[in-house]
């Protein structure tokens, strides 16, 4: 298996700026530091740890002494209180987070768990970005370039905290709670000093303007398919095309829903990446169900889809990347008929990417076949097929009418999804008796493209579930947003507040 040399510098010097993020009293790693960030290699292999940290982060970590990882609480959220996604009724932190009812014992567990994930990886990004500022002594662009790729972690991580936890932060609530902005290195705990969460708008401000920042020190190049996992300016663009799209939605705020739908053309329309129409694009390249592996006799799976952006590539870096996503066993959640019920018959991604799984773990139910390869798969955190949707819709809402450009878009993710001889007529300007019309049209088709790609919970939340979700609906509005951990709110004596919907 052929390594990439990003994954395989020394990662022992990973954990040295990180080590004393849960401790009390501040660190004592100056002299580390001075060497870690002195030069480029030592520093970027601390940045493949950042990014590492933003993988275990949204889609898993490793669980055991074998590597198998547990689930992406994170990337899994983006189906949980909705149709897509039910919870066993063994599964008592998921049945929690898809009725939206915590006992203490979730609060203080999944739910701390995820926070205290998030701001694990946050502290480490800005331990990079102080590292290098402070002991960089090489090339100065690519310093530049390096502290961009940690601030794109840092502001994707927070994008996803706000969509967790922001009080009401996808659906208009500027004057809500955000959540807590943390851009200095932890220097040890200092009684009477806790910071509390910042509004929304404040934190949409940040991570926009973070975005916006970095565009202009990141690579420009776009490296081959199987390369996409670093931060490059398409990156940072497809990445703020969606953090607009999902901010300017509930407000219907005309001017970022223009930027979102441009940025998300500028993708599109980058020959960097083509979209392939082929309904054989799912299972060979997207979704392939084979994981490398010479003991099983699986090939090395080294073809990816040229409409990948960016992604984990746990499928064939293993070594260094031991998470992914596994919906395989059905133990912890599985696809409901809700979800099967939403796709046209022919539809292949019904047909060949909703599977049964595992044989002998609950047989009769159904899991997804873009996590089915083994305990490694690849997690594809943005693609092609999102850019297109989020033009098609921005574009639609700006304006108020439907084009005939933004129903190509919709036409390209719909007509693939069927095989050939069995494809439904294009959708015409006639199909659609109004913009909202249409609209509905390019939410359904995000929820069957995207599924469990962590995205179908927050499209309900920020078009105040414009396509009835009935699971998410009877839940009070308030209560989309899980609750912040108590812990944070007893240890900081309600300095950081608890959200309106769980607030005693």
């Not at 994954?7 to 100056?30: G, K």
């Not at 002494?65 to 063994?90: H, I, W």
């Not at 800005?126 to 370039?145: K, R, S």
């Not at 300017?248 to 739908?261: F, P, V, Y």
Request: proline share 4%; hydrophobic share 35%.
């Amino acid at each position: 298996m052929t390594k990439n040399p990003f994954l395989s510098l020394t990662t022992v010097i990973l954990v040295v700026t990180l080590a004393s993020c849960e401790l009390d009293y501040a660190p004592e790693n100056t002299y580390v530091d001075s060497k870690v960030y002195h030069n480029a290699k030592t520093a970027e292999a601390a940045l493949a740890g950042a990014y590492v940290r933003l993988n275990v982060f949204l889609s898993g970590a490793p669980q055991d002494q074998n590597n198998y990882p547990n689930d992406g609480d994170v990337f899994v959220l983006g189906d949980f209180s909705t149709e897509n996604l039910k919870a066993r009724a063994s599964s008592t932190d998921y049945v929690a987070i898809e009725t939206s009812e915590y006992s203490n014992t979730e609060r203080d567990g999944i739910i701390a768990t995820i926070w205290k994930q998030g701001y694990n990886a946050i502290d480490y990004t800005n331990n990079i970005i102080n590292g290098i500022q402070t002991y960089g002594q090489y090339d100065a662009q690519l310093q530049l370039q390096h502290i961009a790729e940690a601030r794109f972690i840092r502001a994707y991580i927070y994008f996803q905290m706000l969509c967790i936890f922001g009080d009401q932060a996808l659906q208009g609530n500027t004057n809500g709670d955000g959540i807590v902005l943390q851009t200095e290195p932890y220097n040890g705990y200092k009684p009477g000093q806790h910071k509390g969460r910042s509004s929304n708008a404040d934190c949409w401000t940040f991570i926009v303007s973070e975005l916006d920042d970095v565009i202009a020190s990141l690579d420009d190049k776009v490296p081959a398919a199987a390369q996409r996992i670093r931060a490059n300016k398409s990156v940072a663009k497809a990445l703020l095309s969606r953090v607009l799209l999902y901010k300017a939605t509930a407000t219907d705020n005309r001017t970022e829903l223009q930027r979102a739908a441009s940025l998300a053309k500028e993708v599109i329309d980058n020959t960097a990446y083509s979209f392939v129409a082929s309904s054989s694009e799912f299972t060979t390249n997207l979704f392939p169900s084979n994981e490398y592996s010479q003991a099983n006799g699986h090939p090395d799976p080294s073809n990816r889809s040229n409409e990948l952006i960016f992604y984990e590539p746990s499928r064939r870096f293993v070594d260094n990347y031991p998470n992914g996503m596994y919906y395989y066993s059905k133990a912890l959640y599985y696809i409901p008929s809700e979800a099967l019920s939403a796709y046209d018959a022919n539809d292949i991604r019904k047909t060949q990417l909703i599977v049964h799984g595992s044989p002998s773990d609950n047989p009769g139910d159904w899991t997804s076949a873009k996590y089915l390869g083994g305990h490694y798969d690849d997690v594809i955190y943005i693609r092609l097929s999102e850019m297109k949707l989020t033009y098609a819709e921005a574009i639609t809402r700006v304006t108020g009418s439907v084009s005939a450009d933004a129903i190509n878009q919709l036409n390209d993710i719909r007509q693939r999804a069927f095989p050939d001889g069995q494809k439904p007529a294009p959708y015409t300007s006639a199909d659609f008796a109004s913009a909202s019309d249409f609209l509905r049209a390019v939410l359904r088709e995000r929820r069957l493209e995207l599924a469990y790609e962590g995205q179908y919970r927050w499209d309900l939340m920020r078009t105040d579930n414009l396509l009835g979700d009935l699971r998410l609906g009877s839940i009070a509005k308030n209560r989309w947003n899980l609750p912040v951990p108590d812990y944070e709110v007893r240890f900081t004596k309600g300095v950081i507040s608890q959200n309106t919907g769980y607030a005693e």
